[in-house]
């Protein structure tokens, strides 16, 4: 099984600050990975697939990259909408795993 | 509008079963690959179950592997997780998700539905 470990646990940044996510996969997974976003009391929501494709309706100020085992999701400028717990997830090998989660805040 | 709905979730004894369901509108569920995720304090979020659009080939995370069945029926648009011989560690919420065809991302989920396994 894929392990996929995130870093930070948490992040507390101000808006218009940049914010880096990591994820790393136990192995290589090629660019099959997504990254999900998830406010409290609501489901997941697809922000990224294959490392970089950003999902229909996420603005621009997502961006993923990486491949292999070192994926990187980018907010570029934070807004207070994107105070969440931010997931990955890998497709590349059945079980898909999710990684831990960062938990982005707003400060 | 796209919905998902899970329900049949609930307190069951440790060992006993439980069947939920997904019924969704709004898409095209036949061209859909559709899975169960649970979402649980201890384990986070955890994909226990899969099947393809077709029907065919369902597969299961080696925790559940040999207690939970998934199925769909494409002519009711519904998703079903059959769950048995439960167990203290599958208590959690379990949200249906669907990816189209076979790109196994969950671009769409429902609200989740929260399974309690009591000893």
């Known amino acids: 099984e894929v392990v996929l470990t995130q870093s930070p646990a948490t992040l507390s940044l101000s808006p218009g600050d940049r914010a880096t996510l990591s994820c790393k996969a136990s192995q290589s997974i090629d660019i099959f990975l997504g990254w999900y976003q998830q406010k409290p009391g609501q489901s997941p929501r697809l922000v990224i697939s294959d490392a970089s494709d950003r999902a229909t309706g996420i603005p621009a100020r997502f961006s993923g990259s990486g491949s292999g085992t070192d994926f990187t999701l980018t907010i570029s400028s934070l807004e207070p909408e994107d105070s969440a717990i931010y997931f990955c997830q890998q497709r590349n090998n059945w079980p898909f795993t999710l990684g831990g989660g960062t938990k982005v805040e707003i400060k | 509008q796209v919905r998902l709905l899970e329900s049949g979730g609930g307190v069951v004894q440790r060992g006993g079963s439980l069947r939920i369901s997904c019924v969704t509108s709004?898409?095209?569920?036949?061209?859909?690959?559709m899975y169960w995720v649970r979402q649980s304090p201890g384990k986070g979020l955890e994909c226990v179950a899969m099947?393809?659009?077709?029907?065919?080939?369902?597969r299961y995370a080696d925790s559940v592997n040999g207690r939970f069945s998934i199925s769909r029926d494409n002519s009711r648009n519904t998703l079903y997780l059959q769950m048995s011989s439960l167990r203290l560690d599958d208590t959690g919420v379990y949200y249906c998700?669907?990816?189209?065809?076979?790109?196994?991302?969950?671009?769409?989920w429902g609200q989740g539905t929260l399974v309690t396994v009591s000893s």
């Open positions: 709004g898409f095209d569920f036949g061209t859909y690959g």
């Open positions: 099947i393809r659009y077709s029907g065919s080939d369902p």
């Open positions: 998700a669907a990816s189209y065809g076979d790109t196994n991302y969950f671009v769409l």
